[in-house]
């Protein structure tokens, strides 16, 4: 196990080095707390990243945002060496809305994943088991896009 | 011996609520299992999305009606940091109370359901009584024995009533009694200790990929407490310490909610002494919240519950978003329950503290 305790500031300096890509959020500084914008194409390599070498052991979760115009996927990682915790996310193009699964890493974003597929119909490349999880199997919608308005008030 | 599937549940007494533990059993032993959920879906998420944010509080109570005043209590942590609200001195106290007492019923409303589990209707009766305790608190502070409605943002609802203090004092000494009385029935008994001691073994370095949390995690000798290592409200100011068990099994994980449930009792006393005696309870807040994303996470009394909240400058949430502690922790309980035989099921599953309303939201 990880047992180097990393500072919110080099945890930054880390990612930034490795991928300059990832936009960060400075507008939002709080203690124990780091927030992130990442491209979809690397976001598996990031959380390699953070989960081998700055010791995120945690996932804590991965939920789906619908924009109208784009979707989003939103990660929040924890370290429990170090007490921080990332937000990652991760804009998808509206008709297109896949990206890579993060289980092969973390075991428990395995049903985060499968809950996210169900209510927003987000594509998650390598995940071993995409399945329904809360609805029918032979459900024909997904209820938490913002064009779903089924039954609503 | 030809294998097969066995369905345990929608409705079986294992199950404490609807859902499904699927598990393929060559003969006595589970080669293979599969949590189905489900049953309990409400929307709940969705159907956030169309209230405002004070109609949500008592929604979020309804999570779960064993511990709904930290569900109201995260919910309403996340939207006062999307306001960027400050809550007083006073209500971070009597939250950080209620919290505790929280705990503690909902630990021994577990303890009663693992009573009848384990086959002992005892444990059951003791355990609910000693509960009402807790409720007649709940009730006296909040008018509600379960889905409280107490939490507000901004603060709480009311103040205590009148000898509220001096109520859960005298419940506390006598709960300390009852605590000693739960050692010597379940604890130093040896039928409770055979079906316990040795099930459900999880490395701690699988437990922690799982992401589970809580009591389950800690009885894997993980040190990770949200109350100790992300602190809320004033749990940095109190001096308490972290329950852990090193046995990774059902016997440690039934110690860690024990042990919780005393911790519990001395944060408690602890809050009395170090709370202001008066001040405000609750400022008063702006009915919308600005565009933009907050995050606040807790420790529940069956782990980390989150709350991911984007507001769009109106009156209601543009979206919420729940992590349940539980949800996470079913979606591994097939493992915990490879390799044991049947009659282990119920003290595996019954350890982890099983809410189906919180699970399937």
Known sequence: MESNVYSVEQVKDKVAQAFPAVVFNDAKIEPRRLYMAADRSVLFELCKLLKDELGFDHCSLVSGVDYCDKFQTVYHITSYTSNITVEIVVDLPHDEPEVDSVTPLWAGANWHERETYDMFGIIFKGHPNLRRLLLPEDYKFFPMRKDCHEGGR | ?361
């Not at chain 2, 511990?67 to 009597?94: G, N, Q």
């Not at chain 2, 529940?300 to 729940?322: A, F, H, I, N, Q």
Request: a neutral charge; proline letters at 5%.
């Open chain 2, 1 to 361: 011996m030809a294998e097969m599937w066995i369905n345990m549940g929608p409705q079986h007494p294992m199950t404490h609520g609807l859902w499904n533990m699927r598990i393929k059993v060559d003969g006595e032993t589970i080669v293979d299992a599969e949590p189905v959920i489900g049953y309990l879906h409400r929307g709940w998420e969705k159907m956030v999305e169309d209230r405002n944010y004070i109609q949500i509080i008592p929604m979020a109570d309804r999570l779960c009606y064993g511990s709904s005043f930290t569900w109201s209590h995260v919910y309403c942590m996340a939207v006062e940091k999307l306001m960027d609200i400050e809550v007083p001195e006073r209500a971070k106290y009597i939250r950080a109370m209620s919290d505790e007492l929280q705990r503690i019923g909902n630990h021994l409303m577990w303890l009663a359901a693992i009573g009848t589990d384990l086959g002992n209707l005892t444990v059951f009766l003791y355990a609910t009584r000693d509960r009402e305790l807790f409720l007649d608190l709940f009730t006296a502070l909040t008018g509600a024995r379960m889905t409280y409605n107490y939490c507000r943002i901004g603060g709480v609802r009311n103040d205590s009533p009148a000898n509220w203090v001096r109520d859960l004092e005298r419940t506390l000494d006598y709960f300390e009694k009852r605590l000693k009385e739960y050692d010597m029935l379940i604890d130093q008994s040896k039928l409770f200790r055979m079906r316990m001691e040795g099930l459900g073994y999880m490395s701690p370095k699988d437990t922690i990929n799982a992401g589970i949390t809580g009591p389950v995690l800690r009885a894997a000798g993980v040190k990770q407490d949200l109350r100790h290592n992300d602190p809320y409200e004033i749990y940095d100011e109190l001096d308490w310490h972290m329950c852990t068990h090193d046995g990774c099994d059902t016997w440690a994980r039934y110690r860690v909610r024990m042990m919780e449930m005393q911790e519990s009792v001395n944060i408690v006393r602890e809050c009395l002494k170090k709370m202001p005696k008066d001040g405000p309870i609750r400022v008063k807040t702006p009915r919308t919240a600005p565009a933009g994303t907050a995050m606040a996470r807790m420790e529940d009394p069956r782990g980390e519950s989150l709350m991911y909240v984007v507001g769009d400058g109106t009156g209601k949430p543009y979206r919420l978003s729940v992590r349940s502690p539980l949800f996470v922790i079913l979606s591994a309980s097939d493992k915990l329950i490879k390799g044991s035989k049947i009659a282990d099921v119920p003290s595996i599953l019954g350890m982890l503290d099983v809410c189906m309303g919180e699970t399937d939201r």
